[in-house]
């Protein structure tokens, strides 16, 4: 198992793959993941499939694993080729776009809502939240993360102006970040196609839930322990040491950015951006490092970091939707519904860090972490019998599935707690004493 997890990331750290791997059996190297399914013959055990951006349909065999009865002719799907004794055969099938009710529409714009909130109040796009909900709710991983970005960059457009216009965000800082960050999200998405085609979906979520885990639970307790130690010293933020040395470097160009209060080198930009386009396109959440790494690396206020990187998400997201569109793998269904509860969500926030202190910003963004990297782990083991990798009973996958459930509407409820419970506090002290609006004071 462990070498089969290593074999993951490692095909994602050097993306051989930056299309479908070649197979045998008359089926083109380039062969798309993707496309509909035109016709099923439970006899001869074969297919026929017209991939995505493909005109001509191509007739492929099935997996003796794989139940032709249940093949939906006429939908979107991911496909996924194995080699089996010399051939290449289908060797999953898993339904790209899944059917919209009541329940799940209501689900998808409460879901925008509170990451609309996060987003607006922490600066991270609040994907690290939307992203794992929409998996939850049953939709594909690579389907979540491309519908996010699709719906991330006019959210992020109406969050950032609304900051830049209380005077928060560096517009010239984060379309900086943004350029180097174009690059980083080329890579995350050739990281994720190559997952897919290797693996499929049950693979790419969990490459999506090891990265979740990994990169949330880090950051997670880094931030919220530099949140409380704020709040119990009773002192305003410090620029870092890394931040220190990083302004002294002068390797040109470099550029003043008023809003921040910095003159730094643009290289020094460059990793914090890379970074983030990586972390965007690979699991839609760039700003769990554009964030901290702009207040620990470059040393910005909090306050001005989550602004800012409203900036660089709108230019990230952009582009990675154009990218994720082309290929098939965007539902604007679910980028319309989420996209609606978010830009509610975003303008409360956006007008509650005007009330609020940097550790609470920080306090937030930790709790929110450290309780979905929890829901992510317990998803894991679930993958991992899917693909089987490891043996799991029916009664253990409904007991890790629902503790992955309860965790994410934990994550929800706290997000939204704190988000509400501060603003609301801060309307309030504002009422009765004028000064106390400004988060300096």
Known sequence: MITRLSAIFTAGLLFAASSVPAVAGGVP?????????????????????????????????????????????????????????????????????????????????????????????????????????????????????????????????????????????????????????????????????????AWGQAGSDLYLSLAYVAVLLSFGTYVLFDAWRLWR?????????????????????????????????VWVTVPVGLASGLLVATIAAGGLVGVPGSIYALGTTAIVATATQLVTAFVMGLYGAVYWAVGGFVDIRLTLLILAGSLLGIQFAAIGTTYVKDYTIKYTMGVAMLIVAASRAAKVPVLLAELHWMPLSSGAVDRFESVSFWALIAALSSACAIVFGATIQGMLRAKRNPCACDPKA
């Open 29 to 197: 190297k380039d062969l798309p993941p993707t496309g509909i399914i035109n016709s099923v013959d439970p006899q001869t055990r074969t297919i026929v499939f017209r991939p995505q951006g493909v005109d001509t349909a191509m007739t492929l065999p099935l997996a003796e694993s794989v139940d032709a009865s249940c093949i939906s002719v006429g939908s979107r799907v991911i496909v996924r080729m194995e080699q089996r004794d010399g051939l290449a055969v289908v060797a999953g099938i898993s339904t790209m776009f899944v059917t919209l009710t009541p329940v799940l529409l209501i689900a998808l714009v409460l879901v925008g809502l509170v990451g609309g909130m996060l987003s607006g109040f922490i600066g991270s796009g609040g994907a690290f939240v939307m992203t794992p909900s929409m998996m939850s709710l049953g939709i594909p991983g690579v389907v979540a993360i491309a519908s996010n970005m699709c719906h991330k960059f006019p959210k992020a457009l109406v969050g950032g102006y609304k900051r830049y216009r209380y005077g928060q965000a560096d517009l010239k800082l984060g379309l900086v970040i943004g350029g180097s960050a174009i690059v980083g999200v080329q890579v995350g998405i050739r990281v994720q196609k190559a997952i897919l085609a």
């Open 233 to 265: 010293g009773g002192v305003e933020v410090k620029t870092s040491a890394l931040a220190l040395a990083v302004q002294k470097v002068r390797i040109p160009p470099v550029m003043e950015f008023p809003v921040a209060g910095l003159k730094l080198s």
